[in-house]
């Protein structure tokens, strides 16, 4: 079983910035890849951003060069940084393992509000 723990999320101006953090309770150097997601209220989750174990990041497009998706496998953690945020990137935003084998394992999510 993979525990995720995010944290970072909070209220920021539009153009503001924020970085969120995925603690696994695992080693993730071992797992396929890692991603965030995001949903608004109301609509069904979204996909934002993956790292692979070989460290290959994918985004979006509606983030590309706005957001980077970085790992820390001495802390078994997962970054977010966003830049240039806007409201439409208000949402919850959660965290996914995907380990061998094809499982999926997600975090409780942290809300990010983008407001002035």
């Known amino acids: 079983q993979v525990q995720l723990v995010e944290s970072g999320g909070g209220l920021v101006q539009p153009g503001g910035s924020l970085r969120l953090s995925c603690a696994a309770s695992?080693?993730?150097?071992?797992?396929?890849?890692m991603g965030w997601y995001r949903q608004i209220s109301g609509k069904q989750r979204e996909y934002v951003a993956t790292?692979?174990?070989?460290?290959?990041?994918t985004y979006v497009d509606s983030v590309w060069g706005r957001f980077t998706i970085s790992r820390d496998n001495a802390k078994n953690t997962v970054y977010l940084q966003m830049n240039s945020l806007k409201p439409q990137d208000t949402a919850v935003y959660y965290c996914?393992?995907?380990?061998?084998?094809?499982?999926?394992?997600w975090g409780q999510g942290t809300q990010v509000t983008v407001s002035s």
């Open positions: 996914k393992a995907v380990v061998r084998g094809g499982r999926e394992f």
């Open positions: 790292i692979t174990s070989g460290g290959t990041p």
């Open positions: 695992g080693s993730i150097s071992s797992y396929y890849a």
